[in-house]
């Protein structure tokens, strides 16, 4: 297994059980100790993990997002499933903001299936192209500044388009999110995008899985109470739902279906 492959590995193992030992790691992978430790501190200072005696965590400051195509690796079936009931919101003949990322996908996929009529607005060049071949669907990308780490549109350009339409119903990504701090981003320009589309839609979701709650980036997007559905796996802890439930929103907890191997 090649370094990249394994530190992918290590990092979706801690998306499932939160922190890991290097004992535990050395038997899984069939490495040594020092190659362990060395991975662990390569991403550490990615901003990653945070190093804890005999192993790691996940890091709770978020510094930079995961590149699409190792978020794509990530809670496959929980993503398949929020998508599910996403698609359940969604009114023939809407406005459908699809925020970039590996969630959303599954939100196109979903509508696209179903033969809707709807109108799609999104930043993300990965949904774009597959729904360009869904006959029902009237398309719009945002355009902007490409990011390219993330496959999608960032930055003014792509706000100001944003701006310029009413929106449905938007359902907004974000790896990083909660209750105290609400819905953040360690980009700048994802940031920019999101304001956009809060002020530009009737109906605000958003959209992510249990492992980013508790996870915080640089720049704020907005509290929670300023969405009007979460869509998240069944895997929060019992006072985060309680929490959850005394803000002015709508649970919508779906089966997490999680593998105990990444």
């Not at 929020?82 to 009114?91: F, H, N, Q, T």
């Not at 398309?139 to 945002?142: F, R």
């Given at each position: 297994m090649l370094p990249d492959e394994r530190r992918i590995y290590i990092y979706s193992y801690l998306h499932q059980h939160a922190h890991a030992a290097i004992s535990d790691l050395v038997k899984l992978l069939n490495v040594s100790h020092m190659t362990i430790r060395r991975d662990l501190k390569d991403m550490e200072n990615e901003g990653?993990?945070?190093l804890i005696s005999g192993g790691a965590k996940l890091n709770d400051a978020l510094i930079q997002e995961l590149p699409y195509i190792e978020k794509a690796m990530l809670h496959h079936s929980v993503k398949r499933n929020?998508?599910?009931?996403?698609?359940?919101?969604?009114?023939p003949g809407s406005v459908v903001y699809l925020?970039?990322?590996?969630t959303t996908y599954e939100i196109a996929r979903l509508i696209a299936s179903k033969m809707?009529?709807?109108t799609v607005?999104?930043?993300?060049?990965m949904i774009a192209e597959f729904l360009m071949s869904a006959p029902l669907i009237e398309?719009?990308?945002?355009g902007g500044r490409v990011d390219a780490r993330n496959r999608s549109s960032v930055g003014h350009s792509a706000a100001r388009f944003i701006r310029e339409h009413n929106i449905d119903i938007a359902f907004i990504s974000s790896s990083s999110w909660d209750a105290e701090r609400g819905i953040s981003t360690p980009d700048e320009g994802k940031m920019l995008v999101k304001h956009a589309v809060l002020a530009s839609s009737r109906r605000k979701v958003l959209v992510s899985d249990s492992s980013k709650y508790g996870k915080y980036g640089m720049f704020h997007i907005c509290a929670l109470e300023e969405?009007?559905?979460v869509i998240c796996d069944n895997h929060l802890p019992v006072e985060v739902i309680h929490q959850l439930q005394q803000l002015n929103l709508r649970l919508h907890p779906v089966s997490s279906d999680v593998q105990k191997n990444p």
């Open positions: 990653k993990v945070s929020i998508g599910r009931v996403a698609d359940s919101l969604i009114e925020d970039a990322g590996t809707k009529k709807l607005i999104t930043n993300d060049f398309l719009y990308h945002t969405v009007d559905d």
